[in-house]
């Protein structure tokens, strides 16, 4: 038995993603329903895993396809290579998840001299050899490997001969000579004559779709998306339509709905007298469809009915590709719409008021990428920013940063100048790698559907496109805007939502959230089992943490506290005393101040837990440096400032450690100098009893950081509990405070049930564990190894991003397992930065965590994420 | 039922230990085997453990005594409290192992003014009188909480006045008196008459032993020698003999072997005229036993019997207690005998030669610590150091360090200068914690049987006793030995071995090791399962390892290589080069030296394995110090050098770390400067080829340092491996070299299953996993709060010194699980310090490990050590 390797469209179907890519299965499920779909084949993803594992085409594929190419002249009533009635076909590639512009597509292939003249003899010369010229440049770039600028130089020079703009406008004569020209250059680039078998031609076309499957951008943007490397790609195969046949004729894409804002019309481009390519590079500024409705009327009101039955029939937003043909409408390709976030919530939200999708397809649909991009700020417009130029709102989000113009520019820039707009005249799928890294892209040229729009939608970065105001004089390194002329690490900000560009850095406000948002959240809500709580450290915080959802603090530092310069001094004085009854009153001073910050924070979270975790970073870091003492003691008048300085000074070298990770820092701290921990239990306890008394309902838990044996925590609890019940009996109230256990250290995991048993919750530092568990320093490894070690593939991803499963996830499994065994009712939770990271609240969903606890600003993302982990079963998004 | 507390010596017999104590269990055997034992009886140690419990004797006991009472009263024929015949008792502590001097004992109860009365009629009043004050001194001290110094006030004047030395030879009027001043010091700091009860007298005193179980003193030795505090002590009463009745008496203390050598010979000290008290405290220096001899010859042949008798039936040499009263021999103890390391060995071997024992009973009566004080190092006499003064060889071994008065002085000095020698007029069981502290003890009192003495052989450390020449002043804080005043903090050097003192610090020599050393370890060799393999990175330290009996290297650094003066600057050039071509070049230059480095180790390894760990610390450990290159480029002259140092500042400052334990270093290097490691392994290779042309049998390993994740493993075996082809092809040999991995992150052990896909051999790098699973950098942690957190028991021992098996021990158990789950063949090894600990061996031995690795002066310890890690049913030792 041999396996079949190639479908016609009439075969497949929307459940065949896996088999025939997104392209093909969406060809042949429309072919299914009886959209006009010109007649092709697909090719199997399998082929192609397949090619990448024998270094060949399948054995029998070719007999398959002259046997579907066959069929094909049959359905067409037209023959390939003849040239009286010849079959031109376009060869597409497709992948399971979508990935727009990063694979190869060659069209109008069928073409030699003698089928160019024949088709010149049935329709016009100009358009037969407008046809042979992108076939030629296209084939000989991607199944000969020559380099595209080997005939650019020529198109450049007509263009600039005849003064137009585009390649299309040229004349009979120069198409003529550019035809033979471009053969030349095949010629002297090969040292072989451009291929004249259609078949051959097919053959390597097929191979040369397949192996854009590893090409460098591919690569780069699945790494992005997550999508596996063995996957491969589908071939499709399709008779060609042309909208550059006449004026009647044009091509465009087109969303169901506007794919920025999610309102419900027809949203889309055209471009009359063009093929595909020219509208998706962004070569050519398309019109909007308007143009089709006052040139082909009926082919646009078939494609209004169209978008709504897709739309229906997919039940998403679609994003359409289709030509005109002489006034007769060809359906391309239809695929789920990449849509901005703000889209995306309004698009679901619409469809489950209508009735169309459930609550579980709802959650499926946001990513909480898409709920972070939300929270973006946008440009403050009351500050009257200063408007330079304006261009295509083509992804929303206000972007400010430094002009970079390619990708090695964008990454260095990025290590100089932190954040960097990638400026271009047009973006290719080369210049993945620069828009990853910049903070926004600004184009030239290029509409909403160009390939800089498109792909800045999809990572949800602020684009701004066709600001023709832009020119460029790459020779000199400059882009002017008007009066303006910048060079690379200028500054510049854009607005993706309005195209507006301005200059230098302007202003930007918080993001307005809308009531579609809102009410996501609340059915996120409903869905999730894991709770998500805030890391906030002021009353502030807490309120705007609030005000994102968050039920509670997780975690409440209180090392910001001390930092704070109006008690700065009384910190240091605690530090450098050095009698126990110095460092008493210094305390003594910080007690009512500590107790004015818990009081704030737990009236912000009123009703809610409040997390206080003691005090965790080593002493030194609240002195001044070696070096600005020295600095004091050589410049000081005073001569008590220059003893102060001194003793600071002996005091700071007494504390240097080597490894202040590691060092004398959390519980170290409070087993050492308890006087320090009673002061800040103190201070919760006088707070706590102040809240009761006003009628207030405050929900303090005492955390005690960087446990690693269960007696450290035993200790901590004593004098923790001993202050508590001296301020109960003080106050004559009384409330059982629970008190808990950062867990961040590797051996806190492992005897995790001696731990519990003093313990009444548990926390997971997820950044400290990471950094032990490694043996890596956050500080040194991010800034020496750590990108050398991703880039190089050693590790998957940076685990102070995403935690570490198979490392940190396994010591978590352990606390928990032996947390709960030894005690049941143990609430365990997680502080660390994953805490509103998807994947590792998904993981923290599946270990039975009670809650996640992450930065303000990341609280409607986690819960969005910790309803999405619920529903396990479901993708991360139904379009990669 | 009522549980009996109380067994009279017929009841009992050795193998009650854990009831009756050492003391009571040695008393009944002795009594069942028929030897002269004055009757008595035991309370048991569960008593004890009521008393602590409950905190009152248990209900019942007081009946029990009672009876025991008048047992004893029938045996004895006397009354206790009847003056006309009194029954006089010791009351003494005992505890399962021996804890010598460390509780209390009182001697002599039953005396009131009466019964004194009636003694001195029966036999002679001064003897009376110094039972009788011996009593009040003791039991006022012990029961009544009064302190020593209130009495011996008076007992110095009194020897100060009549020009005495000892206050036994006090003439009867002062003893008179004194007993007369003792009964009013007493009223005076009571406020009430001593009792004048023997009932009421006894119950106090039994009290008043238990209680000493939980004095300082007892608790340091426990803690020191791993003794649990749960155990209690039993109180032995016995009927007095007495030492002290006439010249025709006294009292000693004698081994049936020589302590210090092992010699087979009657080895003791007697002081007539005494009681047992006098010999251990060290304050009369005794005569040796032919004292006895001539004394009372009959006595002293029965006590050679007696001494033969014991040592057959315990199996092992004794610590005898007797006393002779009117020429009659009494036994009071016998236990296990104290005895120096040589000694340990020597008798073992010889009852081994002997028949007497086993291989396993061998291995069990030597402690892997006698080993290492073995080995150290003892006076250079060749180098004529300067004698000051001649005491008592008391416990072997040469100490070298600064004169400390007390334990104050002892802590304070060795955190100041390091190594202290505790100089003391004699030692009491207070100044243990000085004796822990210092290198050597010295004082001027007191004979091999003293406090110091016995504390000191079992320990280990040096002493010399009875150094007459030694002077205090304490009032001066000085002492004088001949012209010489020394203070606190002066130089002094000690021969525990011969009994010399010498003037500041004398050389030291290796030690020398004798054929009983070699042949007991050749014996546990023939018992170990794990093999014992050395830390060394020279051929010097090989060739150590190798006579020491390490069958491999474990781990030889590379890093000390580079640090050799004539390479820095090569190396130092290689780490900042700014082009890869450079480094390369001073890599060139580095080959040959490192080439011959191995070729030298492997040599001096010929036969046995040498596992080569790839460079390992971070590159800046080998530049100089910010502030060294600061001064450098100030006062440089030639502006090259300037040059060149400002150049190094920046390389410094570009590759500072904050935490450098956890930063750029190991594999981390390795993968980001792939030539470094490449330069090694082709140095490795080039060096095994050239011994193997010559004939030789080199086992090179190479080991990748600071694996995390398996794809840096796997790297780095893709580099070494490629290299190693190379010279293969070049040199046209080949070696199939194993290539494996440190295990010392917790990542490593949790994912070990993955590296061992890769690895050829795990190595437990011990130090930084137990730094990463706590999160303790040791550096800063011993520094700064490790000592008070074994202090303060939150940790039982420093956990850089004995494995902690429940945290780290855990990961290392799921890293040998997963990696020969993985891989059976997967050889394993540790070779962090852990590797030369006793207990931590024991571990591994249970882990299945195939070799532990350590410093060469540790090979035999460890050698010992897995022998009996294998008997791990048996005790650390037959006597604690």
Not at 209 to 233: C, M
Not at 270 to 290: H, K, M, N, Y
Request: hydrophobic content about 40%; charged content about 25%.
């Amino acid at each position: 038995m041999v396996e079949k390797h190639i479908y016609h469209f009439s075969e497949g179907g929307q459940g065949m993603r896996a088999v025939l890519g997104g392209k093909g299965a969406g060809l042949a499920e429309m072919t299914r329903i009886g959209l006009p779909v010109p007649p092709g084949f697909t090719i199997s993803t399998a082929a192609c895993r397949e090619y990448y594992e024998q270094g060949d085409l399948p054995a029998g594929l070719m007999q398959e396809l002259t046997a579907a190419v066959q069929r094909l002249e049959l359905e067409t009533g037209k023959k390939f290579g003849d040239p009286t009635n010849p079959l031109l076909v376009s060869v597409r590639s497709g992948a399971e998840f979508s990935m727009p512009g990063m694979m190869d597509t060659i069209l109008n292939l069928g073409l030699n001299d003698e089928v160019a003249k024949g088709l010149a003899a049935r329709s016009n010369e100009k358009f037969a050899l407008d046809c042979y010229r992108r076939f030629i440049e296209k084939f000989a770039e991607l199944a000969l490997q020559m380099p595209a600028s080997a005939f650019s130089g020529s198109v450049e020079e007509l263009k600039f001969r005849e003064r137009i703009k585009w390649g299309d406008e040229l004349s009979l004569e120069s198409l003529r000579r550019l035809v033979a020209e471009h053969l030349t250059s095949v010629h002297a680039f090969t040292g072989q004559s451009f291929p004249s078998s259609p078949h051959d031609c097919l053959q390597k076309a097929i191979k040369a779709v397949f192996a854009s499957w590893q090409n460098e951008r591919a690569k780069v943007y699945r790494r992005l998306h997550q999508i596996p490397d063995s996957l491969g790609t589908a071939v499709t195969v399709q008779a060609m339509v042309f909208g550059n046949l006449s004026s009647l004729s044009g091509t465009g894409v087109c969303f169901t709905r506007n794919p920025s804002t999610g309102e419900k019309q027809l949203y889309g481009e055209f471009l009359a007298g063009a093929q595909g390519e020219d509208v998706v590079s962004g070569a050519r500024t398309p019109a909007d469809l308007s143009t089709l409705k006052s040139l082909a009327p009926s082919a646009f009101a078939e494609l209004q009915k169209t978008a709504l039955l897709l739309e229906s029939h997919y039940g998403d937003m679609q994003d359409i590709e289709f030509t005109v043909e002489e006034g007769r409408l060809y359906l391309l390709q239809t695929r789920v719409g990449k849509r901005s976030p703000q889209a995306a919530i309004s698009i679901a939200m619409d469809m489950l008021r209508d009735g169309k999708i459930e609550h579980d397809t709802l959650l499926s649909r946001i990513t909480p990428e898409q709920i972070e991009q939300l929270l973006h700020r946008s440009v403050d417009y009351t500050k009257n920013p200063q408007e330079i130029a304006t261009g295509l709102p083509a992804s929303p989000g206000a972007a400010v940063g430094v002009i970079a113009f390619d990708n090695e520019a964008a990454l260095r820039l990025t290590k100089t100048h932190g954040k960097v707009i990638l400026v271009r005249p047009e973006t290719s799928p080369d210049d993945i790698q620069g828009m990853i890294t910049s903070q926004g892209i600004l184009t030239s040229r290029g509409g909403m559907t160009s390939h800089a729009a498109v792909v800045a939608r999809g990572m949800g970065k602020p684009c701004v496109s066709g600001a023709d105001a832009l020119n460029f004089d790459l020779s000199q390194g400059t882009v002017s805007i008007g009066k303006y002329v910048f060079k690379e690490g200028d500054e510049l900000s854009l607005d993706g939502s309005t195209g507006k560009v301005f200059l230098g850095a302007v202003p930007l406000v918080e993001p307005r959230l809308n009531d579609d948002f809102w009410a996501l959240l609340c059915i996120a809500d409903q869905k999730a089992a894991l709770g998500v709580r805030a890391n906030a450290d002021n009353p502030l915080d807490a309120a705007l943490a609030r005000r994102f959802g968050a039920k509670g603090i997780g975690l409440c530092r209180t090392e910001h506290m001390f930092m704070e310069p109006g008690r700065l001094p009384i910190v240091q004085a605690m530090i450098m005393a050095e009698h126990e009854e110095d460092r008493e009153r210094s305390l003594q001073s910080l007690l009512p101040v500590q107790r004015h910050d818990f009081y704030g924070i737990m009236k912000a979270m009123d009703g809610y837990p409040v997390t206080i975790r003691l005090l965790d970073p080593p002493l030194h870091e609240f002195l001044p440096s070696k070096d600005e003492l020295k600095e004091q003691i050589v410049h000081a008048i005073d001569p008590r400032e220059r003893i102060r300085s001194e003793r600071a000074l002996r005091t700071v070298e007494r504390l240097h450690e080597i490894n202040p990770m590691l060092g004398h820092r959390g519980c170290r701290l409070g087993i050492t100098f308890p006087s320090i921990y009673a002061m800040q239990v103190e201070a919760i306890a006088e707070a706590t009893f102040d809240l009761l008394a006003g009628g207030h309902n405050p929900q303090p838990e005492i955390m005690i950081p960087l446990v690693a044996h269960h007696r450290e925590l035993l200790l901590m609890r004593r004098l923790a509990e001993s202050t508590w019940h001296r301020v109960e009996l003080r106050r004559k109230m009384n409330y059982p405070v629970p008190i808990g256990s950062m867990i961040e250290v590797p051996r806190a995991c492992l005897v995790a049930g001696e731990i519990a048993l003093h313990a009444d919750f548990f926390s997971f530092g997820t950044n400290d564990l990471t950094q032990t568990t490694f043996g890596f320093s956050r500080d040194d490894a991010e800034g020496k190894f750590l990108p050398s070690y991703v880039a190089q593939d050693v590790l998957p991803q940076n685990p102070f991003a995403v935690l570490d499963i198979a490392g940190v996830g396994q010591l978590m499994r352990l606390a928990v397992k032996g947390g709960r065994e030894a005690k049941p009712s143990l609430k365990v939770g997680i502080c660390g930065e994953h805490g509103g990271e998807p994947a590792s609240i998904k993981f923290c969903h599946e270990l039975g965590l009670d809650y996640v606890s992450c930065s303000p600003y990341r609280v409607p993302v986690a819960r969005l994420a910790t309803a999405r982990a619920k529903a396990k079963d479901k993708p991360e998004s139904t379009d990669k």
